[in-house]
């Protein structure tokens, strides 16, 4: 198993700025993945974050928007630039440290 | 396209009762089929299941993968108001990451 620290766990953002989102794993973990969920929907992969190349980003998602650093085996940072209410979400990051994903405890984000 | 379906959407129950939570899945290249139980923000992991017909179990939680049929079923018997929260299924197309295909999740409560 893995233990996943993730912070803030929440926060109101003004519309326009940009928020960072930092996930430490304590255990050298190949993948990180991060996830959004907006209100009343399920989870959707934002990205994949390897240590040492550039991100993977799903249909829908731009490195503009949502720049990911992965500085080594155990750290990732997610920030959500620009943000607009419909930025409002949970965010989580994921790890997979054996043959199942663990999540971080979340982020709850709020745009006014 | 993969997808995951849960059903139902919503469910509520009293204490002792028993659950019945179903997961269907469309996936290429299938690996595993995962459940979590969301309660705030973070899943927390509760079965990974590879081969069909091997119950998993835990406490008062079984579930049970069909890869003929492609569905699976996770099982909660005398149920406690703690057992109020949202059931995800996750499945692992193998892509030789992680990535991980979601339901929309069930929204079980439990009253006392």
């Known amino acids: 198993s893995a233990v996943i620290s993730q912070k803030p766990s929440r926060d109101i953002c003004q519309r326009g700025t940009s928020l960072t989102i930092q996930c430490q794993v304590d255990?050298?973990?190949?993948?990180m993945f991060w996830y959004r969920q907006q209100p009343g929907q399920s989870l959707t992969l934002i990205a994949t974050?390897?240590?040492?190349?550039?991100?993977?980003?799903e249909s829908g998602f731009v490195i503009d928007k949502f720049p990911i650093s992965r500085p080594n085996l155990t750290f990732s940072t997610l920030t959500v630039s620009n943000m607009s209410p419909e930025d409002s979400s949970i965010y989580l990051c994921?790890?997979?440290?054996?043959?199942?994903?663990?999540f971080g405890q979340g982020t709850r984000l709020t745009v006014v | 396209e993969d997808k995951v379906v849960q059903s139902p959407l919503s469910l509520v129950v009293h204490e002792g009762d028993t659950v019945t939570l179903n997961c269907s899945y469309e996936?290429?290249?299938?690996?595993?089929l995962l459940w979590y139980k969301q309660e705030k923000k973070a899943p927390t992991f509760l079965f990974m299941l590879t081969s069909s017909g091997i119950e998993k179990k835990s406490g008062r939680l079984s579930s049970i993968l069909d890869k003929k049929e492609l569905f699976s079923i996770l099982n909660i018997t005398a149920t406690q108001t703690g057992d109020s929260a949202i059931y995800l299924c996750?499945?692992?197309?193998?892509?030789?990451?992680?990535?991980?295909?979601f339901g929309t999740g069930t929204r079980l409560k439990v009253l006392a």
């Open positions: 255990s050298q973990v190949t993948m």
């Open positions: 994921s790890a997979e440290p054996g043959t199942e994903a663990f």
């Open positions: 996750a499945a692992d197309p193998y892509s030789g990451t992680y990535k991980y295909i």
């Open positions: 996936v290429t290249n299938f690996r595993s």
């Open positions: 974050a390897n240590q040492g190349s550039e991100a993977t980003y």
